[in-house]
């Protein structure tokens, strides 16, 4: 599920910092100031006591950066003998978490994976029943006076309650679901059927799959679709001789996406669900070589909990390392543009807060190079004095770097500082002699 959201009318330790804190700070770039998130405590509203570890009620804001173009593909598939489900996650937030809600108060038991903290973006429950969604254009649905009115998540209260497809539906049908619709919904059971949920519109599966990206398909026929990770999708479905796992992972590594620029979205994990099994196949950080698989029934003996996905892998892929780096220089941006490099609320005292902690930071920490980047990233905005800031942020970091003294020396310049440049092209010459630009730059200076 690409985050969309519904407002409605009515093993390795990976501590806290990683597992809560963080996710809330980088996810749309919604920085909590001086809070700190309790994990397993804190009870959001709009959902019930068993999904309250780290989940937000569906009554979440609307989409933050994502166009309907780069998020998620979503399938599911049948031939009688397997009944199979899966998703591609395109998002920005890289802290992404997984969930276990076992059965309790005659609600069945289920696995969730999230964003961070935010609302269940997809998951299966122990009947063996399936849902993920994903971002499509906003639809106002009013409300439906002839149905039951419900504060809250009828997609939740469905994995809670239903064993079927049929049984999903009846339960739509009883309940309104008016309010703004920012997507839609694939559900499938394990007996071999599916149907998407649109606003106001219930399509069921006639053939042996059924997908759904970014388009409403009660508005653009599927054959009519230019979306082309929904052509692919349903391209290699023809061509398959019968419905597998490695087929589920074959169209979900070519339908993945990657964006190191702009909006960063990309595919941060991918599951396939075998219904009929209750077994989900986790793939992180689209490597599709390497997937750890989960018995539902098995892990939900272990209690309610809830971790990072991350902590499922026994290592960080460069992919996963660079993007993440990328993630917190851009939040490190954001709050330098908005509160400044300086003071308790600025940019520095969230970079050194992030790597005081004891999370295991350090192993995709910000490098020279991409400090660097911001400093120059400010330069260009104008933002003079914050880049400064962070230039001497890079300096306290890398003392021993010729690079930092020299980038320093030049923002120190566009100041008019002039006696502060020489210092730091200076000391740049001293740790580099072969620096050309730091003598030249000394010569114009001394000019002056």
Known sequence: MGHFSMRLGNKKKRDIFRVVILPVLISGFVLAQNEV????????????????????????????????????????????????????????????????????????GRIYFCHGTLYPQGGMNEEGLFFDGATAERVEVPRDPGKLPYDGSLILKAMEECSTVEEVLQLYGRYDASGSWGGHYLVGDR???????????????SGRYQIITNFLQSKTKPENSTDARYRLASELFEKAESISVDLFRRILNATHYEEYSGSMTTTLYSFICDLKKRQIYVYYFHNFEEAVKIDLQEAL????????????????????????????????????????????????????????????????DVSESQLNSLGYRLLEAEKVEEAIGIFRLNVAEHPDSANVYDSLGEAYM??????????????SLDLDPGNENARKMLEELRKR
């Not at 890289?94 to 069945?108: C, V």
């Not at 007996?191 to 599966?205: A, H, M, R, Y």
């Open 301 to 364: 003996k272990n209690g309610q909990r809830t971790c990072l996905i991350s902590s499922l892998f026994p290592y960080e892929t460069f992919a996963e390392k660079r993007y993440k780096a990328e993630r917190i220089v851009g939040m490190l941006y954001e709050r330098a543009v908005r509160n400044g490099v300086d003071g308790s609320e600025g940019a520095i005292a969230l970079y050194r807060e992030m790597k005081s902690q004891d999370s295991g930071l350090t192993k995709y």
């Open 191 to 205: 007996f071999g059927n599916s149907v998407i949920i649109e606003p106001q519109t219930f399509i069921k599966k």
């Open 414 to 427: 566009k100041a008019g500082e002039n006696e502060l440049a020489i210092w730091n092209y200076e000391k």
């Open 37 to 108: 998130v309790e994990s397993a405590v804190r009870q959001p509203s709009g959902l019930d006591s068993d999904a309250a570890v780290t989940l937000q009620s569906e009554q979440s804001p609307s989409p933050v950066g994502l166009s309907s173009g780069q998020s998620c593909t979503v399938i599911y598939a049948s031939d009688g003998t397997v009944a199979l489900a899966g998703n591609n996650e395109d998002y920005k937030n890289p802290f992404m978490t997984i969930s276990y809600l076992p059965a309790e108060d005659g609600k069945l």
